[in-house]
């Protein structure tokens, strides 16, 4: 609030809002708006971890295998598919199912992401509700001296 003398020598209050402050606080939100909001378009980038699969477990009768090999060639449990034919037999497999829709996916460690991609999202389509990822043991010191107890 403001004091204000007017012309006759009496104080007149001033009811005025100062928005000085608010324009400041609304700036600096604006700044660090522009600076977050690319960030979360852009996703969440990360290195993956490497398998330690100290405990091989091996697959099950009713799981579903999709792999890919070094080339980009699919296998649907070691069987070879002909190309364009993968969404075909994953809707197939996964209407029928009626307990889990979940599909086990390895791919070669030299394959392009974006066959992986593309592989992912074909498989998503087809109705496949969790992917896991199957690794290959990581060798280890540790696990190279368990492996030679068992034998």
């Known amino acids: 609030m403001a004091i204000s003398t007017g012309s006759a020598g009496g104080t007149a209050v001033k009811s005025d809002i ?3 402050p608010m324009i400041d606080v609304m700036l600096v939100l604006l700044i660090i708006f522009m ?3 690319p960030l979360i378009a852009a996703g969440f980038k990360a290195t993956l971890p490497k398998g330690k699969n100290l405990d091989p477990r091996p697959e099950g009768e009713n799981e579903v295998v999709l792999g890919i090999d070094e080339f980009g060639r699919y296998f649907l449990n070691g069987r070879p598919l002909p190309e364009g034919t993968l969404e075909d037999q994953l809707r197939g497999i996964f209407q029928a199912r009626t307990e889990d829709k979940i599909l086990y996916f390895k791919a070669d460690n030299k394959l392009k992401f974006a066959k992986i991609d593309e592989a992912v999202e ?3 389509r087809a109705g496949v ?3 896991a990822a199957i ?3 990581k060798n280890t010191g540790l ?3 368990d492996k030679k107890e068992k034998k």
Do not use: D, G, K, L
Request: no cysteine; aromatic share 6%.
């Open 143 to 145: 696990f190279q001296a």
């Open 135 to 137: 690794t290959e043991p």
């Open 35 to 37: 600076i977050v909001t």
């Open 18 to 20: 100062n928005v000085t």
């Open 129 to 131: 509700r969790v992917m």
């Open 122 to 124: 074909t498989a998503r």
